[in-house]
């Protein structure tokens, strides 16, 4: 649009998945500051998927409905090179018998109202596609409102309830009542999703000879809950492995590429709250004309997701190690694809996971 205004409209379809979003940008809000305004509506059905027909179960569906305000200004102090973004968010979860493992109830729904703040730090350089010095820091935190402190509940006594149910489920699986008892409990405490969540990544670039770069990269994510009555969530969790391509967020999930792994191979089925992952990655140019950038990179990588703070051990990290390649068009933006090998095996096997192939299209690792 005329002064950098940006609309998008965005329909997705499959079989298995449907995907409508509007958004708009305003870079300059009131005319005479660099303050970005953002807002987006969004609407995300899934269909649960029939092992024997091989198709779509029409009649059992999640369906997510989401809209965002998003605030974003550059900051001067302590230097020019910071940015502060805030955003809020209301997204509703609903589940129409979708039965799958990953939500022990199967019929519901699930509110999410939450604040984001953050924080970023970027003075790469020279160029935003082949940068050759600086470095890039984040830090955000996404909050819901404490609902257990004024909703009148006894989480207490509902988690000593589920934790009978499970006890009854452990003796006999086949147990409806208490099954369906578990789902009641669920329901109840995730009605309106209560946690904090933090995300912290950050990477440099350093120019080793004429154009050879090196860009070593950290990041940590963390999911909580405020009331341990209560319990951490099952949306907004970790999904670590592969190149997080076709891999739709439709729970709130946080995809985490780590190559050398099939995607989300290296969380449980219901995803980590917590994760870590270290990357060291050398570059080198092939050309860097303004009409196509081509670069060349080895890697070396290593990362995991872990269920709770008791099993956090950030050197206990599934290893990877390859070569890949980036074009740049304008017309395209950034592609690429790149060979990793698997050094570990992966959750419930035996064996080095070996090679894997990964195909990018405009996310960066």
Known sequence: MGDGQKLALRLQASRFFQTYSFSFSEPWLGG?????FSASISHTKQFLFDRFTGNADRSRSFNITGITLGLAKRLTVPDNYFTLSQALSYQVYDLNNYNTGLFTFGDGSSKNLSYTIGLTRNNTRIDPIYPTGGSNFSITAKLSPPWSLFDGKD??????D?????????????DVDAANRRSEIDQ???NWLEFYKVNF???????ITKDLVLRPSVEFGFLGAYNNDRGVIPFERFFVGGDGLGNFALDGRQVVQLRGYPNQSLSTQDGGSIYNKFSLELRYPITLKASAKIYALGFLEGGNSYNSFRDFNPFNVKRSAGLGVRIFMPAFGLLGIDFGHGFDPIPGGTVKNGWETHFIIGQQF
């Open 32 to 36: 005479k500051r660099p303050v970005q």
């Open 162 to 174: 589920r934790e009978e149910q499970e006890r009854l489920l452990s003796l006999d699986p086949t």
């Open 188 to 190: 109840e405490r995730f």
């Open 201 to 207: 990544k950050a990477d440099w670039y350093t120019e």
């Open 155 to 160: 989480y207490e006594a509902l988690a000593e």
